[in-house]
């Protein structure tokens, strides 16, 4: 095997069709969106401090990636999606629990519903890539995504078209999954992707769900009492 066959060169060099760095965006956003948030919907310690574990773990995690040690990189992705999710939900059951108190100004309520709401998408949206089809790695390994837990609609054309459009070896990037995500929080459906799978299914239950509590009972409360 020479030096260009490496697993960190083979999957760098897929990495040109499967960019991470929209991922890693994405954690970085989630982490800004928190620090957003008033301090009395931030569970115990300064507001910054997820945005600097998210920023402490992605060192090792692109460490990992560059070194193609895919276990590590897949274990920390874990990690950093249950932790933002985990921050996202305790925030907004706090929120919902400072309601009857009025313990929040309406414009602040109606800015930590937008950041909630955001927050929703881009955590569902990460999810949702490093779940499917067994994550980003082994979606790069294929040629072609023909399965998964989504059948976006690349997937369904005739082979002739799909070679006419250049979809040949096409394959769902993080805009795809973040696309999916943000028509789920805002249509509570998956809109143009019919899904397959029934983790998938759940999770998509739950984004709705989350985003319905945020649009129909956080907003709506702070447009009443503006």
């Known amino acids: 095997m020479t030096a260009n066959d490496s697993p960190g060169n083979r999957d760098a060099a897929s990495g040109r069709r499967h960019s991470r760095w929209p991922a890693l965006f994405a954690l970085l956003a989630l982490g800004g969106l928190y620090a957003a948030l008033p301090p009395s919907l931030v569970l115990g310690g300064p507001r910054w401090l997820l945005l ?14 560059f ?7 897949q274990v920390l992705g874990y990690v950093l999606n249950s932790l933002v999710t985990l921050a996202m939900i305790i925030s907004l059951a ?6 009857p108190a009025h313990l ?13 709401w955001l927050s929703n998408i881009l955590v569902f949206a990460s999810w949702y890539w490093r779940l499917d089809a067994g994550g980003p790695h082994k979606r790069a390994q294929r040629g072609d995504h023909a399965s998964g837990a989504f059948l976006f609609p690349q997937m369904t054309l005739p082979p002739e078209k799909k070679h006419a459009a250049g ?4 394959s769902p990037n993080f805009v795809d999954y973040l696309f999916l995500a943000f028509n789920t929080s805002t249509a509570f459906s998956p809109t143009d992707v019919p899904v397959l799978s029934r983790w998938a ?11 319905l509590l945020v649009i129909a009972l956080l907003a709506a409360r702070a447009v009443n009492i503006l």
Do not use: V
């Not at 773990?57 to 990636?65: G, Q």
């Not at 070194?67 to 990189?73: E, K, M, P, S």
């Open 52 to 65: 600097l574990l998210i920023s402490l773990l992605l060192i090792p995690m692109l460490i990992s990636h």
């Open 67 to 73: 070194r193609g040690d895919h276990i590590t990189n």
């Open 94 to 99: 706090l929120l919902i629990l400072a309601l």
């Open 104 to 116: 929040e100004k309406p414009q602040e309520l109606l800015r930590s519903a937008a950041a909630l």
């Open 167 to 170: 979809f040949q070896e096409w």
């Open 201 to 211: 299914k759940l999770l998509m239950m739950l984004q709705s769900i989350i985003s």
